[in-house]
């Protein structure tokens, strides 16, 4: 049966980016690729974990992970993937902001839902058709999908890293149960995959 | 060398105890055991984990994690392990009030620090003659030596729940840098090593 998957990257004390995300440092001031480095420097040791993060059917992400403006869209950002993003696959934005769809190269669609969450993941299913859903991030995205029990599947990514400060995975999350599916990992990450309860 | 070691146990989001301990709820309202379920309920395939936590030649640990009282000693109070506690060494508690030294079956002795924790972590490394130092808990007292930049190796004990409040791992740590060791663990742990480098 399909599900609601999660894969996040944080620090080992929980944060998916620092502060002051911005066009020049998207997870943060002097964060740059620190919770990252196991995707850019052992792809191969993690080639699967990485698959299966844009292996869904459809995507749902937030507005502040979709790129860095806010307020009214500035029709010429695309997001941050350049012409052909990772995804292959119809991507749902959770805006405030009316826009219209932008099709990229490579299947990638970005479809703007100012209806909130249960309507973005409600378009997600049916985009997947019988395929699983992934909450993309970013932590504030997230957050809200685990405290209202829309995720199923949760796959943390742990850096070796401490950032002291921003955005924080389980912020006002409480009352669900898990139960830990499986581990792997190496020397620049921990992966933890956990099955939430609601 | 030796060195200074902690071992703590975490839930998913970070808290080493969730709110309002006390001697009915050591680990705080409604947490029971739900941090240290793998030691309890899988204690052969956590066995070399568990064994390590205690094998240091000392330890240091705050009064929070010594007992439930605050303020003027209760000298029947001797720790929440019974007679014979599982550190069988010197054992130095911190605290703003002076006790005479208590002497435990089995080797544990708990020796009253009131100079902080340098003093403490001196008196400590003085004990284990040349044997590792363990910084026991709870999570104020890890943060105070991991904010010092006085431990060594961290080994983290993450627990598949979330308890959404409570004493957080971290909090006021930062500029610290670390590094994996490794990992392990079972369906109802995920044990995480890191040297700290400061």
Known sequence: ??????????????FAAGRNQSLEEPFGEGVGQVLHRWMF??????????????????FVM?????????????LDWTGWWGDEPPYHAPVFVLTHHERAPVAMEGGTTFTFVTGGIE???????????????????????????????LIDE???????VLLGAGERLFDGVSGL??????????????????????
């Open 154 to 160: 949760l796959r943390l990514h742990i850096a070796p």
């Open 119 to 149: 309507e973005a993941l409600a378009q997600a299913r049916k985009a997947a058709g019988g395929a699983d859903v992934a909450i993309a991030g970013g932590a504030a995205t997230v957050n809200q999908y685990l405290a209202a029990g």
């Open 177 to 198: 149960s898990l139960d830990k599916v499986g581990h792997a990992g190496t020397d620049l990450v921990t992966h933890v995959t956990y099955r939430v309860r609601h």
């Open 1 to 14: 049966m399909s599900k609601v998957t999660c894969d996040i990257a944080i620090s080992a004390d929980g």
């Open 41 to 58: 420097e052992e792809p191969e040791e993690n080639a699967e974990v990485i698959e299966r993060i844009t292996a869904a059917g459809a």
């Open 62 to 74: 937030g507005r502040n992970m979709f790129g860095p403006g806010r307020g009214a869209w500035d």
